[in-house]
């Protein structure tokens, strides 16, 4: 089964992710041991070659063919990091795309449940072998590319003994030839049987039968999806490419990481320490990262973080029946809601979650800002005419016009106040003054200095008749 952690690092604390190092099931110390210890036995066995076995000459010569190793390991002849990640990338993005591109009926069952109608046994019979037409077509194209799948339906009669399929049906499956995959053959039936539905009045417009078929379609387009991932792989020269480096890399490691004499003063050997800690530590990395690649290139194999292939087809055909069928036409009596006399309501909170009502509303990054002064609130016009020195005031017409006006009118301290806020929740009173202008034209109610302009919240530059 697929191994799931979610919930144990829901919340971020101190020691959350460390817990998780300890599974064995899914983890890479079960893909990756039986490699580490065959890299751990050669290194040992080369180890002790060389301390006990050679003589002084073999000894010096071995050395030589060491340092060899090591430099060509510590330079940048086998570009490991870069292969191994382009690599490791492609094969997540294909991984996720397989996942993606899984049949889930949920949006077809949804569509026959309210455009097939008939709540007789023909109308439920003719719903239950649509989604069962549609179910069908994901279980013989999971059944070609899944090790699972074909083991749970090894031959057609397993799935026709599953009620998949009849036995009329598997006669008509079989009876058409063709070379090719025929996964596609149920979905047919289901368009053949729409169309049916339609001239007999179930689908009772053209809209909701092409509505059927749209969804269909966006169905049998992920079946397909399926069959040419399964079909076309990432090129096996890459694979090869990759797989190359890494054994090769770690095959001059086993000689070049080998602890020489100290005595005989090569650098960087002015220790003996027996046991190569970092590389070691290196082979574990670069190969469990490419386990990691072998492990999701292909998903629907048997290993334990592949996908659960047969517990969806489980899940699909029991809830597409239960969408078309139990729950046909099975609605709740329609009541007026718990809060339908009150306009202003609130949702109650546990008491675990109480203090969450004691955060504020989170209205945008903007409604917190504290830095605005009164200049940065004018009113710009690059055409007025300033040449006399005074700029005129223009009240706003509206609702929202006569809250301004007034709040100008009442002083300067508004604007002393601090934030955008206080502006907010001042009240504002009806403006009084109306429109002189028989053309509608907006009057000037003041005019002052420029020396007072900090003490202004809104101001327009006009042009001066």
């Known amino acids: 089964m697929t191994v799931s952690y979610t919930l144990e690092v829901a919340d971020t604390r ?47 010569l071995f050395e030589r063919v060491s340092l060899y190793c090591d430099h060509f390991t510590n330079t940048s002849f086998i570009p490991v990091l870069f292969v191994l990640g382009f690599y490791v990338t492609l094969a997540f993005n294909r991984w996720w795309g397989q996942y993606t591109s899984f049949p889930l009926p949920d949006n077809l069952m949804m569509v026959v449940s309210g455009n097939v109608h008939g709540a007789d046994d023909g109308g439920r019979l003719l719903r239950r072998t649509l989604m069962r037409y549609a179910n069908l077509s994901s279980v013989l194209i999971l059944r070609s590319i899944s090790t699972r799948v074909h083991k749970r339906f090894p ?58 078929m749209d969804e269909l379609n966006k169905y049998r387009g992920k079946c397909s999806l399926l069959f040419h991932y399964d079909w076309i792989s990432i090129p096996l020269v890459y694979t090869q490419v990759v797989t190359l480096a890494v054994y090769s890399f770690f095959a001059f490691c086993v000689v070049g990481r080998q602890f020489l004499n100290p005595e005989k003063g090569y650098t960087d050997h002015k220790l003996d320490m027996y046991v190569p800690v970092f590389t070691l530590l290196q082979f574990f990395f670069y190969a469990g990262w490419l386990k990691v690649g072998e492990l999701i290139i292909n998903p ?108 100008l009118q009442r002083g300067k301290g508004i604007l002393r106040g601090g934030s955008l806020p206080s502006l907010v929740d001042a009240s504002p009173h009806t403006h009084e003054e ?23 919240w809104i101001k327009v530059a006009v042009e001066h008749n």
């Open 14 to 60: 101190f020691g959350g992710f460390s817990k998780l190092l300890f599974r064995w099931k899914g983890s890479i110390y079960k893909l990756l041991y039986k490699d580490f210890l065959l890299f751990c036995g050669v290194y040992l066995f080369f180890s002790l070659f060389y301390r006990f076995l050679l003589t002084s000459k073999q000894q010096d």
């Open 155 to 212: 031959t057609l009669e397993h799935v026709v003994e599953a009620g998949f399929m009849t036995t009329h049906e598997l006669k008509n499956f079989e009876s058409l030839h063709s070379d090719f995959n025929k996964y596609w053959m149920p979905l047919t039936w289901f368009s053949n049987l729409a169309s049916r539905a339609r001239q007999e009045g179930r689908v009772r417009d053209d809209i909701a039968l092409r509505l059927l």
């Open 434 to 456: 109306e429109d002189a202008s028989p053309e509608g034209a907006v009057d000037t109610i003041d005019t002052i200095d420029h020396k007072e302009q900090e003490h202004a």
């Open 300 to 407: 629907f194999g048997e290993d334990d973080d592949d996908f659960e292939t047969n517990q969806l087809i489980d899940r699909n055909i029991q809830v597409s029946m239960l969408a078309v069928d139990d729950m046909y036409q099975n609605l709740a009596p329609i009541v007026k809601d718990k809060h339908w006399t009150q306009r202003h309501f609130s949702i109650p909170y546990t008491l675990s979650t109480a203090a969450e009502t004691l955060k504020p509303v989170f209205k945008g990054s903007t409604f917190d800002m504290r830095s605005i002064h009164a200049e940065d609130l004018e009113i710009h016009q690059p055409a007025a005419d300033t040449s006399s020195g005074k700029t005129r005031y223009l009240p706003l017409k509206g609702s929202l016009g006569e809250g301004l006006d007034s709040l």
